[in-house]
């Protein structure tokens, strides 16, 4: 089915019934045979983007697929890029070459991708589609499959977008490009509303499902629960949750009774509850890898791990009376304050490269970390094994003092090692030491540079890619999404025993109704602020107006005051404004035409003028088709004369007409008059081939040539020069 028949217009989506009939599967093991046979040999993207092989590789397999107008497409090549990837960590002895075909399916994805974008519908829907990659393959195919996965139909059923595929595969230039961004923004500000049947969710609201379409509010209630799942709205929300968690985690450890519960730390149970219930929520609709990817969600789930900690011993503290553990378990909590702050602080400041920088300087940090601690393990049980017998140093007196010297209290290594052993204690402390503080601190050093080095080379690519896993997170189905902690746990409480008992019609109802009860104030203000507020509304835009004009009103020098100018803004900026934006309606001739003839003949070619300006060709004139004579006979419509070319009342001239005009045009006068006329035309051709003699094309002919006989002269000066070298070599040997 054509696509230009199930949809109307760019503001109409693709209906359902069309998204459902459209063939994902045979798109999948075509693309991966055409990108096998396509490229054999390592490839970075650099050399993929050339003009030479995107004229001869690229362009050609992408018309190719673009003819299917297959919205699946893009997912497709995001699917095997994956193929691709798990292919390069398998076998390594072809790794470059099947990271090669995984960039090339990257880049088929972001150019196929651009034979949607004339329709912003259209390109949203193939973004955001949820597909499955077995629709269009037959019962035979999705029979092996199930048995190939263990005879488990809920693994057949693993939809996913183009943009989660993209994220999952880790497709930066795909994320960054425009046609991406456009639709994400589109996303996170709210314009293009979407919803997704909720599969892996924990509760379940498939009642009504809303297709993708543009955002009114005119078409909404006042009341949209929809609106909280915005991501735009969603980070906000996030961030007043944060502070007012902080403030209650605060309070919390402020009033700790080790004896008792306080009521400041019931709230803090409560809201430490529902934030955990809410990111369990989001590593199950989307998955953990697409959770994990985001850098934030790491800190979360450290946060909550905090809290199990300090929920398990808190509850033995009050069950068995021990206020050691109940002790230990605010300890604990009080941990976590190095993760909210920061938490907190960077959930504010989120958009800047500085904070990706050092996201990705921790994660490496640790990374390196853990792999060092690994490393000295061995010299860790060594030390332990050589004063086992003394009872001096227990393993955990040992660890402390290697990590005092891992981080630059050498004196230690030096002052404690013959303890260990009079004469393997000093050689192993020197090697520890001198690992320690020479290789393996300059090692980190660099490795972090790099970081920092990678990260602004490719800072765009990398915020960009950040931001979008952000929207991905926000836009979900399941309804506990909608709810703020700590009220998700009173839907969760509510609604999960109701989904088993009441009809999807009274689920939908209730979870609606409670939606709008909790989250009532929020509701009002996001109303009020996309109905009067926004940008382009009318009290916006008055309000706007107002101000304009109370500036314009202000005297010349408080206006141009330095200080003013720097808040407002220059009104240099409004004055250009207002001159593109003004519509001339009339040619504003400021060269006649002697004045161009001049310019662009000079006055050495004679009276050879130019074609009229483009201002002339533009005025209306009535043209009438010219005579022409009757066909030969033998109807050849090659065989025409076009006569009657001069100056008539039916074929009208504008001004002063061309030079080829006047060279081929007959006149209606004497012959004398004729051959006088093509004397003074032959005159002034030879006039003009002078003038192109003497232009610079012709001098610098000139001057190369002289050259390249200047140069043959020195060629023959040296050979015979050499020749003569020779000759009297040969004489003196002789």
């Known amino acids: 089915m054509d696509p230009e028949f199930v949809y109307e217009s760019h503001l109409l989506a693709p209906s359902q019934e069309y998204l459902a009939s459209v063939k994902v599967f045979p798109l999948i093991p075509t693309l991966k045979k055409e990108v096998i046979n396509t490229i054999d040999s390592p490839l970075n993207w650099s050399q993929l983007t050339a003009s030479d ?53 990257e880049l088929l994805a972001m150019k196929l991708l651009a034979h949607f974008a004339s329709e912003h519908m259209q390109l949203v829907a193939v973004l955001t589609t949820s597909w499955d990659p077995l629709t269009g393959a037959s019962e035979d195919v999705v029979a092996e499959i199930r048995q190939y996965l263990g005879g488990n139909d809920d693994d057949l059923n693993y939809p996913q977008s183009a943009l989660e595929m993209a994220i999952s595969t880790e497709s930066k230039n795909f994320i960054a490009s425009p046609i991406v961004q456009k639709v994400v923004n589109d996303l996170y500000s709210g314009r293009v509303v979407y919803s997704t049947a909720a599969i892996r969710s924990i509760l379940a609201d498939n009642y009504k499902h809303r297709g993708i379409h543009i955002y009114d509010w005119r078409a909404t209630p006042f009341l949209d629960h929809y609106r909280l799942r915005v991501p735009r709205y969603k980070n906000t929300l996030n961030f007043l949750n944060f502070t007012l968690l902080l403030v209650i985690f605060i309070l919390c450890l402020s009033y700790q009774d080790a004896e008792r519960l306080t009521f400041w730390e019931v709230v803090f149970c409560v809201f430490a509850f529902g934030f955990a219930l809410d990111e369990y929520t989001a590593s199950t609709e989307h998955g953990w890898i697409i959770y994990i990817a985001n850098m934030w969600n790491v800190f ?247 101000a304009h004009a109370f500036f314009y009103s202000l005297p010349r020098h408080i206006k141009h005051m330095p200080l003013v100018e720097a808040l407002v803004g220059s009104t240099s900026a409004d004055l250009y404004e207002a001159i593109f934006d003004l519509d001339i309606d009339h040619d504003l001739d400021l060269f006649d035409n002697e004045t161009e003839e001049q310019v662009v003949f000079p006055a050495s070619t004679g009276d050879v003028r130019t074609p009229p300006s483009p201002v002339n060709r533009r005025r209306p004139s009535s043209l009438a088709a010219p005579r022409r004579e009757q066909s030969s006979p033998l109807g050849s419509p090659r065989r025409r004369v076009i006569t009657n070319l001069g100056p008539s009342p039916e074929f009208p001239t504008a001004g002063r007409s061309s030079p080829l005009t006047r060279l081929f045009t007959r006149t209606t006068a004497a012959s004398s008059d004729h051959h006088a006329t093509i004397e003074s035309t032959a005159r002034k051709l030879e006039t003009l081939v002078d003038s192109i003699k003497d232009s610079p094309l012709q001098r610098l002919k000139e001057e190369m040539k002289e050259l390249q006989d200047r140069q043959a002269r020195i060629e023959n000066l040296l050979l015979v020069l050499t020749r003569g070298m020779r000759n009297d070599s040969s004489s003196s040997t002789m």
């Open 53 to 105: 092989v995107n004229f001869s590789i690229v362009r050609p397999l992408v018309f190719k697929f673009a003819r299917l107008k297959n919205l699946a497409v893009v997912y497709a090549c995001l699917v095997v890029k994956s193929y691709f990837i798990e292919e390069a960590e398998k076998n390594l002895a072809f790794a470059g070459v099947n990271q090669s075909r995984a960039c090339l399916c």
């Open 300 to 546: 979360d789930f450290g946060f909550i791990l905090i809290c199990i900690g300090y929920a398990f011993l808190r509850i033995r503290g009050l069950l068995y009376s021990d206020i050691q553990s109940s002790e230990m378990a605010f300890d604990v909590l009080a941990c976590g304050a190095c993760i909210l702050l920061p938490r907190l602080a960077f959930l504010a400041i989120s958009n800047t490269i500085v904070v990706t920088s050092l996201r990705a300087m921790i994660s490496d940090f640790i990374f390196f970390i853990g792999i060092a601690a690994i490393c000295f393990s061995g010299i860790f049980f060594t030390l332990w094994t050589l004063a086992k017998d003394s009872g001096q140093w227990p393993m955990k007196s040992i660890a402390w003092l290697m990590v005092q010297i891992w981080f630059g209290n050498t004196y230690l290594s030096f002052g404690q090692a013959s303890s260990f052993h009079p004469l393997l204690g000093p050689i192993l402390m020197t090697i520890f030491a001198a690992l320690c503080n020479t290789l393996l601190l300059t090692i980190l050093i660099s490795m972090l540079s790099n970081v920092v080095a990678r990260i602004d080379a490719n800072a765009t690519q990398e915020f960009l890619f950040q931001h979008t896993l952000t929207v991905i997170e926000g836009v979900k189905a399941d309804a506990l999404f909608s709810y703020q902690p700590p009220f998700n746990i009173l839907a969760f409480v509510l609604l999960k025993p109701a989904s088993w008992l009441v009809s999807p019609r009274a689920l939908h109802s209730l979870n609606v109704f409670l939606i709008r009860l909790t989250s009532f104030p929020m509701l009002v203000v996001i109303a009020i602020y996309e109905r009067y507020l926004a940008s382009g509304q009318r009290l916006r835009e008055s309000g706007k107006g107002a």
